[in-house]
């Protein structure tokens, strides 16, 4: 499937008033078609990343809701989010769609949670010489489809970093994420997925870079 059926919505949009295990289970063969149409959408979406990345898993996450340490007790996610999987170690970075109503859905790339060698390598390397990202960042291109880097950060400086360093906006984030919105019309749109493509493909220069740093060390050696 090439397209998010508009059922998708509206399945969620009645969810929302009625985040209940009763509900929930009176619809469960609606929501079964759905979830079978957005599965069909989120493969789509793979073969086309396959025609220019290496990809060796796509997870789709489950509606069901881990409550056991949230105060948000609500069993159901109001939204689908799948992740698609590069080829590790030697490719970095991952690619993400989350589907959701009332002007919500997102992509997103980049690196969420990296592990704290990795970090401490990112973080490295800013320290020693950001030219090259800075390239790929002020990029017209990539900025137009992309805009700015975004992510959690420390304070003032990690630890055993200066905070008056040049380049201390990146060596102090904690994630670097970039993340592109969507309105539900651009969504149900039949050209979403092509958009989708694109823009993934827009980051491969970002996600080349982070790569090489993050398969060598300072010295520019292989780690692999």
Known sequence: MKVVPETVFNFFQQLEQNNNRDWFNEH???????????????????EDLKNHDDIDKLKIFRIYRDVRFSKNKLPYKTHFGGTFH???????GGYYIHIQPGNESFIATGFWQPEPADLLRIRKEFEVD?????????NKTFKSIWGDLVGDEVKTAPKGFSKDHENIDLIKKKQYIFIKKYTDAQVLDAGFIDDVNMAF????????????VLTTNLNGESLL
Do not use: C, G, T
């Open 86 to 92: 590069r080829v590790k170690p030697q490719l970095r």
């Open 130 to 138: 950001a030219s090259e990202m800075r390239d790929i960042l002020n």
């Open 28 to 46: 469960k063969k609606e929501f079964k078609s759905i979830e079978k149409d957005i599965k069909s959408f989120y493969n789509s979406v793979l």
């Open 201 to 212: 493909k827009a980051i491969r220069p970002y996600f080349d870079y982070m790569s090489d």
